[in-house]
């Protein structure tokens, strides 16, 4: 119970700091330049140019501190030797090119930018469609979207139970073995079989991400002028051409920030990989074995140059991001 | 309009079914791990989650009391009892010779060696003869019994109290709670600032909070851990607490700012034509009114920290004291990997929390995720 003290008393002390801090440092402002007197025009010029970078402050420090200098301290670290050894140059770059683990990595997190994005996207928009013309749409909606406040770990537990094998003959726990051994078949360890159990691995991903799919592009379909629909009705288009010709061009745009965004988290995530297989059997990707070397094999180096593909594989889409916001902002 | 095409009734029959299948394969996963949290261990190992469902047929072997201690009843002898023994069940057939062991339903009368043999529906046994019985032995019964699904908590209990899942609760909760709350107040000064005042650089560093929003973790973790032991914070609590801080950051400036900025400007202007300040400003209009986004991002921000297992393993380490729920659960997976039933229920308690407030706070949730989202064609 005193680590929750501990906790609450953080809270409100950081809360209670970060006010200080601001209201102090405009007093002070107000102090240095007042709004009145000899100065008054002057003052206020000088008072509106600072206060802004006040508010930022914080933010910016924080920001810089603990994003910015790591990202560059990473990309340093990407040259230096194993564990805290000096600068080796292009060592870990040569090695990471030579070694067979990583190859395999990004041929798996190929795959699964390819497949998790489209299914995810696939289904999610399945889900849009079907769960906004039903009476009982909502309840619908919230128990497709309800992966997504699982843990990863939490998923991996789950799906552990959907893949389980046990040998033939015996009566199978796993629900995709029964169903399959009910169906005639013969029951098959999933997880175990090389380049498939990617795609079991995937499933999980695509659970998850479907709900979030799902949600945005049902309310971007909902967005769609009422009169395209009309006229296309009074034309006599049938529902699916009204689907695929008219509703799905409209909203193109979020269906693209759907994909990048779910691309970005496949890069990321390494906790069904550790869970499941932990990148044995042929399903190892980038993130889980940055965490290999950074936790087993201790290396510093090799870990960061790792990393920093992961960040090369992102940095199209950041730079999308940007130039999107810039466009918005003009 | 939408119900202009597409309004025969057997579309709607058919999208709803379709609607039907896909909710159902969404949500079997996650139920047959709650049934099987409660499950005893021995039949979770034997039989599939969905055979708890409905009660199980078993066949049974039992011995009635002993003959030679049967009462008397009037001018024969009576031996009862009940097959279940004070549990709960229900016959279906019954025999009582092993070569046909179903050969009777229940309630009726198997006749052997002179004495009349009847088991009820219920369980109850009845044999009645009208000379005395020989033996000490109880005679066999073969009875088809259904059993209904027996379900227990004492999974729940072994887990919270001996595998220390109530613990990693704790830290889960210690982590969660500032990891939450100090990023807001931080942001929502950032986004009002980035949002409603004029400064020069302002567009590089929305720019730039932006694309920090796609930078891995994975590229921020070792210059992190090396610095927190250079300056003496090592693995603990404060650590955490701060790289969950600037990590949801730049989120939670993202999305405040776009809030702020959709917020009228007219009541800002005359707010300032009154001779507020810009902290007034703030504090009084701007705060009161954002209070659905920061409710999205204090939600998006709870679940992800609640969910995390690589900023916990890289900055709390993995000592007992201090292992966070996802850190238990991967370990128990590790250690234990075969105990199915702690797993279900390990599982089913660290996901309890954020489905709560998921279900809860769904509003706020979806809000947060359309915002910035939804774009035209």
């Known amino acids: 119970m005193d680590q929750l003290f501990w906790a609450g008393f953080t809270m409100v002390a950081g809360v209670f700091g970060c006010v200080a801090y601001f209201w102090l440092s405009n007093m002070a402002l107000d102090r240095i330049y007042p709004a009145r007197g000899a100065n008054a025009s002057r003052n206020i010029n000088r008072a509106t140019a600072i206060r802004p970078w006040l508010f930022v402050l914080p933010a910016l420090l924080v920001l810089v501190i603990y994003l910015i200098y790591p990202v560059l301290n990473s990309i340093w670290l990407s040259f230096t030797g194993g564990t805290g050894g000096g600068f080796v140059g292009g060592a870990n770059w040569s090695w990471l090119a030579g070694d067979s683990k990583f190859w395999e ?35 619908a909606k919230s128990l497709i979207f309800m992966p997504m406040a699982i843990s990863f770990i939490g998923a ?41 159990n990617n795609f079991f691995l995937m499933m999980i991903l695509v659970w998850i991400q479907t709900g979030f799919a799902m949600v945005i592009l049902s309310a971007a379909l909902r967005g769609i002028p009422e009169e395209t629909i009309e006229a296309a009705i009074l034309d006599g288009a049938s529902p699916m051409q009204i689907f695929w010709k008219i509703k799905v061009p409209q909203i193109w745009g979020t269906i693209a920030v759907v ?72 | 309009m939408d119900n202009v095409a597409g309004t025969k009734s057997s579309l709607v029959w058919a999208v709803n079914l379709a609607a039907l299948l896909l909710v159902v394969l969404w949500t079997v996963p996650t139920a047959g791990l709650l049934i099987s949290s409660f499950r005893d261990r021995d039949q979770i190992a034997t039989s599939g989650w969905w055979t708890a469902l409905s009660a199980a047929e078993r066949n049974l072997v039992v011995r009635t009391g002993a003959p030679d201690e049967a009462a008397r009843d009037g001018a024969g002898y009576v031996l009862s009892g009940n097959v279940f023994d004070g549990a709960k069940g229900e016959i279906t057939a019954f025999g009582v010779s092993s070569r046909a062991p179903m050969k009777y339903q229940a309630g009726q009368v ?8 009847t088991v009820a529906a219920n369980g109850d046994y009845r044999v009645t003869s009208a000379e005395p019985m020989k033996g000490t032995r109880g005679i066999r019964l073969f009875v088809t019994a259904l059993e209904p699904p027996k379900f227990t908590l004492d999974n729940y209990r072994t887990v919270l109290f001996s595998e220390g899942i109530g613990r990693s609760f704790l830290n889960t909760l210690t982590v969660t709670i500032p990891a939450t709350v100090i990023p807001i107040v931080i942001a929502a000064f950032a986004a009002y600032a980035l949002a409603w005042m004029r400064f020069p650089g302002r567009a590089l560093l929305i720019a730039l909070v932006v694309g920090l929003l796609v930078v891995p973790l994975q590229m921020t973790l070792i210059p992190l851990l090396k610095l927190h032991n250079s300056i003496g914070i090592g693995k603990a609590y404060l650590g ?131 915002a910035g989202s939804v774009k035209g064609g």
């Open chain 1, 259 to 330: 994909w990048t965004t779910i691309t970005i988290l496949v890069l990321k995530v390494f906790d069904i990989v550790l869970a499941m297989t932990n990148g044995q059997w042929g399903s190892q990707v980038l993130a889980n074995l940055m965490f290999d070397w950074m936790f087993r094999g201790a290396d510093f180096g090799r870990a960061s140059a790792i990393a920093l593909v992961i960040m090369l594989l992102v940095t199209p889409i950041m730079v999308w991001n940007i130039r999107n916001a810039r466009k918005e902002m003009q």
């Open chain 2, 240 to 370: 955490i607490w701060l790289a969950h801080t600037a990590f949801g950051l730049p989120l939670a400036i993202y999305l405040l700012r776009n809030y702020i900025a959709g917020l009228p400007g007219e009541i800002i202007e005359s707010a300032r034509v009154d001779g507020a300040t810009d902290f007034q400003i703030f504090r009084k209009i701007v705060l009161p009114l954002s209070f659905p986004a920061l409710a999205s991002f204090a939600i998006f921000q709870f679940l992800w920290v609640w969910n995390d297992l690589l900023v916990a393993t890289v900055f709390l380490g993995n000592n007992e004291e201090q292992l966070v729920m996802t850190g238990r659960l991967r370990e128990l997976l590790g250690s234990r990997g075969g105990d199915w039933e702690i797993l279900a229920a390990s599982a089913f308690v660290s996901i309890a929390v954020p489905l709560v407030v998921f279900f809860l706070m769904q509003r706020y949730l979806v809000r947060g995720l359309l």
């Open chain 1, 156 to 196: 991996s537990v789950i799906w552990k139970f959907v893949y389980d094998y046990r040998g033939e003959g015996q009566e199978q726990i796993g629900l995709l073995n029964a169903i399959v051994v009910a169906m005639g078949g013969a029951p098959q360890a999933w997880i175990t079989m090389p380049f498939w």
């Open chain 2, 110 to 117: 198997a006749e052997r060696n002179g004495a009349r043999i």
């Open chain 1, 105 to 139: 990595s990004m041929r798996n997190n190929a795959l699964w930018l390819f497949v998790v994005p489209a299914l995810s996207t696939f289904f999610g928009l399945l889900a849009a469609t079907l769960t906004d013309r039903i009476r009982w749409g909502n309840i």
